[in-house]
């Protein structure tokens, strides 16, 4: 009963990854991608900890989210310093 | 007792998928950049809030779930971080704001 719920709970973030992902693809600037690409990476930390859930391994799936945590938010901070000095309009 | 603790988990996680849900059809549908950052800043961090927060519940009180609302609080404290500094890259460089009447 659960391992269903769990299923069909990670299948509804996988589909609003892919509602999220036409936005990297199609957005006009580059900073709409970065902020794509954040938000993918946001929800991905949930489908990571549900993962663990479904397969019985919860204490070591919720270490891997916390590292994707740290390592989304890091990445997103660098890009969006990066393209502040560098300039939007012109990528 | 146990099953009011799960009815309770299951609310929160369906909670959560429908503000992740929702975030993502503004991400698609609005016409700004600053629009779209409204809806993606506080609509994923208040999703993924409730459903760490639920699967936290419905663990019990454990060592996991201890770990489970540490990733929920450094959630809460990075992604308005995150999507200050992408909206201050946007405004420091004056991307164009979206006007009434005007398509897409």
């Known amino acids: ?91 | 007792m146990t099953s009011a603790v799960t009815v309770l988990a299951a609310f929160l996680i369906c909670a959560g998928i429908f503000f992740l849900l929702m975030g993502a059809v503004g991400l698609i549908r609005f016409p700004d950049f600053y629009t779209r950052m409204h809806a993606a800043g506080k609509c994923d961090t208040l999703g993924s809030l409730l459903l760490l927060v639920g699967l936290a519940t419905y663990q019990g009180f454990d060592f996991s779930s201890a770990k489970l609302l540490v990733i929920a609080v450094f959630i809460f404290f990075t992604s308005p971080t995150a999507a200050h500094a992408i909206a201050r890259a946007a405004y420091t460089n004056r991307l164009p704001l979206w006007t009434k009447g005007e398509r897409e």
Do not use: C
């Not at chain 1, 509804?12 to 006009?28: D, M």
């Not at chain 1, 690409?37 to 989210?65: C, H, Q, S």
């Open chain 1, 1 to 91: 009963m659960s391992y269903t719920f769990f299923l069909i709970t990670s299948l509804t973030i996988l589909f609003a990854v892919l509602l999220s992902l036409y936005r990297v693809v199609a957005g006009p600037h580059i900073i709409d991608r970065i902020i794509g690409v954040n938000v993918i990476g946001t929800k991905t930390i949930a489908v990571i900890v549900l993962t663990g859930y479904l397969f019985d391994r919860v204490e070591f799936f919720i270490d891997i989210a916390f590292v994707y945590a740290l390592i989304n938010f890091i990445g997103t901070l660098a890009f969006a310093r990066y393209f502040e000095q560098k300039g939007v309009e012109n990528s």
